[in-house]
């Protein structure tokens, strides 16, 4: 069965604003990301986690975002803290309950959220 994963907490800010997206799982997969995508771009993973430990994030968010889950709510976390215009994107949680490569390697995940857009203005 493949998990269902519904993603929300998106939207608008200002350069150095802060945004907080949320992730609902079913099936308590034990590895889960996000990843961001822009037009005409490939989609680039952005942290990500396994059971309750992050395991990477990208060079650019280190020290700006944090991710987290709280397993009795199923739920991925993604606080960002002082969102730059370059963090405008499509973002997406993905899971999957085996991991064999690279975290940040799309083709890993078997589950994907709808997305939810982050915009940031200057």
């Known amino acids: 069965e493949v998990p269902l994963v519904e993603a929300s907490g998106g939207g608008s800010v200002q350069a150095g604003g802060s945004l907080r997206l949320s992730c609902v799982a079913s099936?308590?997969?034990?590895?889960m990301a996000w990843f961001r995508q822009t037009p005409g771009q490939e989609r680039e993973g952005v942290a990500s986690?396994?059971?309750?430990?992050?395991?990477a994030y990208r060079d650019s968010v280190k020290g700006r975002f944090t991710i987290s889950k709280d397993w009795d709510k199923n739920t991925l976390y993604l606080q960002m803290n002082s969102l730059r215009p370059e963090d405008t994107a499509i973002y997406y949680c993905?899971?999957?309950?085996?991991?064999?490569?690279?975290?940040?390697?799309?083709?890993?995940?078997?589950?994907w959220g709808q997305g939810t857009q982050v915009t940031v203005a200057s």
């Open positions: 993905a899971s999957t309950f085996t991991l064999r490569g690279d975290s940040f390697d799309a083709n890993e995940y078997n589950a």
């Open positions: 099936g308590y997969p034990l590895y």
């Open positions: 986690i396994r059971d309750q430990e992050p395991t």
